[in-house]
C-alpha cells in the first residue's frame, strides 16, 4: 500500500485530530504514537531506527496510508525517501502554547509507570525506552525541561522541514484550520460534519492521573496476591 501522507509536526500539533481527519476522509489507517502503543514490538523497531538500523518500512506500515505525531515525524527525511510520492504535513501552533502543553501532558507521562513495574512485566520498558531515547534525549538532547531550548529545537525542526520539502508537497496547518485547506492540499471533498478536536489537555492530564494511581492499585493487587497464597501455604 505505502504511505501517501506523512506528518512531520511534533506532537502536542493537533496530531491526533489529524489522524482522526485523515481517516475520515480515506486515508485508513493513520499511523500515529497510540499504534505503538497497541503494538508493543514496533518500540524496538523505532528504537534501532534511531540508532541507525532501518526497520523494513513497508511491513512496519502494512495497512497504513499515512503517518503523524511522533516517533514518524522524527523520521520524515528518511520516509520522504522512502515514500517520494507523497504528501506531508507540518502541523503547528503557538511555540509558548506547545511547549506548555507538552510539558503537562506527554513530558509528564515521564514519571507514571513505575520502575519496579517495568522490572515486573519487561515488555512494558519497550515504549517508554523509545520514547526517552528517540525524543527526549535524541531530539531535545536531554534537556526538554530548558524550556528556550526546547522551543528552540520546536521552531529549528519546523523550519528544517519547510527547507527540506518542496513547496508543492508540503501543507504547513493549524488544527484549527478546519477542513478547507486540508482538503484542498489532499484532494478530496469536504465532510459535511466538524473538523475532529480530540485529546486536549485537559483530557491528557485526566487520563495522566489515572496511570498515576493505576500502579498504587496494581500494588494492592499483587500485595493482596501474596497475602493470599501466603495464607494458602501456610
Not at 485530530?17 to 523497531?45: D, I, Q, W
Not at 471533498?189 to 495522566?208: A, C, G, Q, T
Amino acid at each position: 500500500m505505502g504511505l501517501k501522507v506523512i506528518g512531520a509536526g511534533f506532537g502536542r500539533t493537533g496530531t491526533t485530530s489529524l489522524k482522526s481527519a485523515l481517516e475520515e476522509v480515506g486515508f485508513n489507517k493513520c499511523y500515529h504514537m497510540v499504534e505503538v502503543v497497541k503494538r508493543p514490538t514496533h518500540g524496538v523497531l523505532w528504537h534501532k531506527a534511531w540508532l541507525g538500523e532501518a526497520p523494513n518500512w513497508e511491513a512496519l506500515f502494512s495497512g497504513f496510508q499515512a503517518s503523524v505525531d511522533w516517533p514518524g515525524a522524527a523520521f520524515y527525511k528518511q520516509l520522504i525517501a522512502e515514500y517520494p510520492d507523497a504528501k506531508v504535513i507540518l502541523t503547528v501552533r503557538d511555540p509558548e502554547k506547545w511547549y506548555g502543553s507538552t510539558a503537562a501532558t506527554i513530558f509528564n507521562v515521564r514519571s507514571v509507570i513505575p520502575k519496579w513495574l517495568t522490572r515486573l512485566f519487561p515488555p512494558m520498558r519497550r515504549m517508554p525506552d523509545m520514547v526517552e531515547s528517540v525524543i527526549w534525549q535524541g531530539i531535545f538532547d536531554g534537556r526538554f525541561a530548558d524550556k528556550p531550548y526546547a522551543v528552540e529545537v520546536f521552531k529549528r525542526h519546523n523550519e528544517a522541514v519547510k527547507e527540506h520539502v518542496p513547496p508543492e508537497k508540503l501543507l504547513v496547518f493549524n488544527v484549527k484550520e478546519g477542513w478547507e485547506p486540508l482538503c484542498r492540499f489532499l484532494e478530496v471533498p469536504i465532510p459535511d460534519r466538524p473538523f475532529p478536536h480530540l485529546n486536549d489537555r485537559k483530557m491528557f492530564e485526566r487520563m495522566v492521573l489515572f496511570r498515576k494511581l493505576l500502579p498504587y492499585g496494581l500494588s494492592l493487587i499483587i500485595l493482596l496476591l501474596l497475602v493470599g497464597g501466603w495464607t494458602l501455604i501456610f
